[in-house]
């Protein structure tokens, strides 16, 4: 079975500066998709990022990039120039690419995003 | 258009009853899952379904069940709720079986006392 690993129970940053947000998995696949997610007090689940690990690019939108390491298994994820609409949890995510996403996303337990304006 | 909608919002259950909560995908998404969020947690899979048919199941007891109408809604049923039952239940869609991105409502707040 996969796991995700997030090891920063909550990160603080100043309105402005960059952030990283760690994640680690791990699986005994070599194709999957990871996924950062964002849980803002609404509880809402919004896609932030997608990555195929057969794309060797790191995916960036906007002010949102990834650094995946497909050897360390490790997939962390930038957001530059914090906003204060950015405090929210953030989820990272696995997902089988066989199977059709019959066995689901597999979710760390979570960084908490504090802006400091 | 309309995201994917859920209901309740809120439920206050006791030990032992049944519980049945709704979703309704965006509209042309025929694929539905469910899961359950635990506080302080990540959310964890407990059901696919796609077509009418369950296409997979997370770790979760034969308490849990649900289904998915000829409108692509679906219901997830827990019957003889415990306490450790009590959760956020998100519901997603997407567009078919395979790799689309999963879109998520609101969540049902499920408290069992």
């Known amino acids: 079975a996969q796991t995700v690993t997030q090891s920063q129970p909550e990160m603080s940053v100043q309105e402005a500066e960059t952030v990283t947000l760690s994640c680690t998995y791990d699986?005994?696949?070599?194709?999957?998709?990871l996924f950062w997610y964002k849980q803002p007090p609404s509880r809402q689940m919004i896609l932030v990022i997608r990555q195929e690990a057969y794309k060797q690019q790191n995916a960036t939108e906007n002010r949102f990039s990834v650094n995946f390491q497909k050897a360390a298994k490790s997939f962390s994820l930038k957001i530059s120039d914090s906003q204060l609409g950015d405090a929210a949890m953030y989820f990272c995510a696995y997902r089988s690419y066989s199977g059709g996403g019959a066995d689901g996303l597999t979710f760390g337990k979570g960084t908490h995003l504090i802006i400091q304006p | 258009d309309a995201g994917v909608t859920q209901s309740p919002t809120h439920l206050i259950k006791t030990r032992g009853q049944h519980v049945t909560l709704r979703c309704s995908p965006i509209?042309?998404?025929?694929?539905v899952s469910w899961y359950q969020q635990v506080l302080g947690q990540g959310p964890q899979f407990i059901f696919q379904?796609?077509?009418?048919?369950?296409?997979g199941r997370g770790n979760f007891p034969d308490r849990f069940s649900a289904r998915q109408f000829p409108n692509y809604s679906s219901e997830l049923n827990v019957n003889a709720l415990l306490l450790g039952d009590s959760a956020l239940y998100l519901c997603?869609?997407?567009?078919?079986?395979?790799?689309?991105?999963?879109?998520f409502g609101n969540g049902t707040r499920l408290t069992v006392t």
């Open positions: 509209s042309g998404h025929k694929s």
């Open positions: 379904y796609y077509e009418k048919e369950e296409r």
């Open positions: 997603a869609s997407t567009l078919d079986r395979g790799n689309s991105p999963l879109h």
């Open positions: 699986t005994s696949e070599s194709d999957y998709y």
